[in-house]
């Protein structure tokens, strides 16, 4: 699951009362949106470790039928349907996490969610902090901490590395393979390599992967290099997903899929960010 992240402007001293915010979210009420339908913050909001997670559900129009006994079709009216989107606030870098996603239904749509998110924490941070709340978005910083983290959570299919002709020999203790011949063959080929080699591009089939290619651990392994692009498959797309640096603006949560349990989703993201504090304050915002 991935997130688009964003920095709180105002520089707020929360001064211990997350606890409010969080009672402020829990108490709040029923929105009404467009065409009569409704959009809440669910109840089960969590606050722990400095982070505050939740969901936001939205009502929309099913577009859902049944097949009577008849074989005739009726639409079926006696539901009324939401869609959940899950967001975070990290109350130590101030960043808001919040749910990248596609919507079905046609009444919903990303911007719409993050507006009625924006809408009700700016309602929430006025009454609890005195304080804006105004969002700025943000690119992930320079690196490879992303790449390495969906690598190591997903069947990659494809990478690209490059910045390789600087690099260092492996140290000593640097393990790429558990048969001791094969791992020394490999670093000896690696690291007296003189072909002035600066980039790699390794490719599998749909159905291989290359989380346990020799090298393409070399090439991830080797000081200094670049990670330009990955594919993987994504479960929760059920599909591949490529990623190239240039436009690596997602912060990656694995194991987390659209059918996950909130409880479950809300631990998993306080746990993420707790891990990854440092990759969010190097966060740079966008400008125009």
């Known amino acids: 699951m991935d997130f688009k992240v964003y920095q ?5 001293n929360f001064e211990g009362r997350e606890t409010e915010l969080r009672d402020y979210l829990i108490n709040s009420d029923f929105f009404e949106g467009d065409h009569g339908l409704n959009y809440v913050i669910n109840n089960d909001v969590e606050l722990e470790n400095g982070v ?11 577009n859902s039928y049944s097949v009577d006994d008849d074989k005739s079709i009726s639409v079926m009216d006696d539901i009324e349907p939401y869609e959940r989107t899950f967001f975070a606030l990290d109350f130590n870098t101030r960043a808001f996490l919040v749910q990248n996603r596609k919507y079905s239904p046609t009444n919903l ?3 719409k969610s993050l507006n009625r998110l924006i809408e009700i924490f700016g309602d929430a ?8 709340f105004t969002l700025i978005p943000v690119l992930l910083p320079e690196g490879n901490d992303l ?3 969906l690598f190591n959570n997903h069947r990659v299919v494809e990478i690209k590395v490059s910045n390789l002709n600087e690099r260092t020999a492996f140290n000593d203790g640097h393990e790429l393979s558990d048969d001791e011949e094969e791992n020394n063959f490999i670093k000896t080929l690696w690291n007296e390599d003189s072909s002035l080699m600066d980039s790699i591009v390794l490719k599998t089939t749909s159905e291989g992967d290359l989380n346990d290619n020799i090298f393409a651990h070399a090439a991830l392994s080797s000081p200094n290099c670049i990670i330009e692009k990955i594919k ?27 059918n996950v349990e909130s409880i479950t989703a809300f631990q998993t993201i306080i746990n993420a960010v707790n891990e990854n504090r440092a990759l969010l304050r190097r966060m740079r915002q966008i400008r125009d």
């Open 147 to 149: 790449f390495l983290t």
């Open 52 to 62: 505050l997670t939740g969901t936001l559900s939205e009502e929309f129009i099913p």
């Open 8 to 12: 709180i402007f105002e520089d707020i």
């Open 109 to 111: 749509k990303p911007g």
């Open 125 to 132: 941070f006025n009454n609890v902090f005195n304080a804006g």
């Open 232 to 258: 993987y498959f994504d479960p929760e797309e059920d599909g591949f997903v490529t990623k190239t640096r240039s436009s690596f603006d997602k912060f990656p949560i694995p194991n987390l899929d659209r």
